[in-house]
């Protein structure tokens, strides 16, 4: 199994809604890794988890609230979004924070914030 | 920080070769990383190099030079479906290279 996988796909929510969004992999990968993409751009990096500890916060606003319950699973927790957060949410996870391991992603969530 | 530059955008023929160049500047080094990603799906991983030279994969190479802070992607025999976004990635040193940082990625059209 060399899949991340992602849920829901697509979600739209209103700014005064709590949604989380779910990531799960079965690789034995010790990083999982929270990206933000928007249109035309690249992901760029929100969290980092290593070894089910929060390591790297990439000053993500306290709207957005990362969990890992489990070395399989991430969590993205999301309260009180404006329109301005809608992007696709892409999760993804590597062998460990080390230096020349490739990421692996998931298809993605596309948020839309209304 | 890291600076990475790409092309914006680049257009080809199918069958044709094309060549996506990355420039990259960083306090520190430990591989390059390319990346595909076809329009609302997942980056998917092609290619990473840590040393100098061309490493071949199929119709895919990547070509990397640390000196002069260069690497290129080269597709040939390409097909439509190699229509898509291409993204150079290295990781940042001041994370202890947890950090994975994208280049702008170049858009690539492959035409008829």
């Known amino acids: 199994d060399t899949e991340v996988t992602q849920t829901p796909k697509h979600l739209v929510m209103g700014m005064t809604n709590k949604k989380s969004l779910k990531c799960e992999q079965h690789?034995?990968?010790?990083?999982m890794y929270w990206y933000k993409q928007k249109a035309k751009k690249p992901p760029e990096l929100m969290f980092v988890?290593?070894?089910?500890?929060?390591?790297i916060n990439e000053s993500v606003p306290s709207r957005f609230s990362p969990e890992c319950p489990n070395s399989s699973l991430l969590n993205l927790h999301l309260h009180a979004l404006q329109p301005e957060d809608s992007a696709l949410y892409l999760c993804?996870?590597?062998?460990?924070?080390?230096?020349?391991?490739?990421?692996?992603f998931g298809q993605g969530t596309r948020l839309t914030v209304v | 920080g890291q600076n990475i530059d790409q092309p914006t955008e680049m257009t080809a023929t199918e069958g044709a070769i094309v060549q996506i160049n990355c420039t990259y500047q960083?306090?520190?080094?430990?591989?390059l990383f390319w990346y595909q990603q076809h329009a609302g799906e997942a980056p998917t991983f092609l290619s990473y190099?840590?040393?100098?030279g061309l490493e071949e994969k199929g119709r895919f190479s990547s070509f990397l030079s640390r000196s002069k802070g260069y690497s290129y992607l080269l597709l040939k025999e390409l097909q439509m479906k190699d229509s898509a976004s291409y993204l150079c990635?290295?990781?940042?040193?001041?994370?202890?290279?947890?950090?994975?940082?994208f280049g702008t990625g170049t858009r690539l059209l492959v035409s008829p």
């Open positions: 993804a996870s590597s062998q460990d924070q080390g230096r020349n391991t490739e990421a692996f």
């Open positions: 690789m034995g990968h010790r990083a």
């Open positions: 988890y290593s070894y089910e500890k929060l390591s």
């Open positions: 960083t306090s520190g080094f430990n591989g």
């Open positions: 190099n840590v040393l100098d």
């Open positions: 990635a290295v990781r940042d040193p001041n994370t202890g290279f947890q950090k994975l940082v």
